[in-house]
Every structure is written in structure tokens, then in C-alpha cells.
């Protein structure tokens, strides 16, 4: 299934700032990054149980927020990107080594 992550973290602080990366990173190993707090992530249950539990850990409930669309198993046929700095899809783009 194809899930979309946002997120705002609040970064007035050091932890925030840690906060910010470390999301980041998790979301990272799960997915691509779209915009600068957005994700797409194409998991199964368990590997967005298991995304969801990392991210929850790491957040602070009152100062930060995640959001998270499932878009389910045909997301990408109903996703239109315009403009600048499409985003590639290393599930279905060819790689060129």
C-alpha cells in the first residue's frame, strides 16, 4: 500500500532540530522523499506498523505532528505531479548504472 507521511517539528530547540532528522531519516528508510516534510512509502502492514511505532517514538506529541493518507494499493495511478523536481521512483523507474 502506498502511504503519504507529513510532518511539522517544531525546531526552536536542539531536540526539535534531532527530532526533525531523525523522522526524517526513519521516513527515509521506508520510502522517497517528495517535499521537504513529505514521504511516499510503499509498505506492506507490518512494515508500516512497525514505520508508524519508529516514528511515534521519536515525536513529541505536544510540540510536533504526523499525518498519515493511505492511499492504498493503486496510489500512484491516482497521484499527478506538475511542476518542478518530479520525484523518482526507484520501484518502477529504470536504473542506470
Known amino acids: ?6 510532518y511539522d517539528v ?3 530547540t536542539s531536540g526539535g532540530q534531532r527530532r526533525l532528522r531523525n523522522i526524517a531519516k526513519t521516513c527515509l528508510d521506508y520510502g522517497v522523499r517528495v517535499q521537504n516534510s513529505v514521504f511516499e512509502c510503499e509498505v506492506d ?7 508508524k511505532s519508529e516514528l ?5 506529541p ?3 505532528s504526523l499525518r498519515f493518507y493511505f ?3 493503486k496510489g500512484r495511478q491516482r ?3 506538475v511542476g518542478a ?4 521512483d526507484p520501484l518502477r523507474d529504470p536504473l542506470i548504472l
Open 85 to 88: 523536481k518530479p520525484v523518482e
Open 56 to 60: 511515534m517514538a521519536i515525536y513529541d
Open 79 to 81: 497521484m499527478e505531479h
Open 10 to 12: 517544531s525546531v526552536v
Open 62 to 64: 505536544d510540540e510536533d
Open 71 to 73: 492511499l492504498g494499493k
Open 1 to 6: 500500500m502506498l502511504v503519504l507521511i507529513t
Open 45 to 51: 502492514p507490518g512494515q508500516f506498523t512497525k514505520l
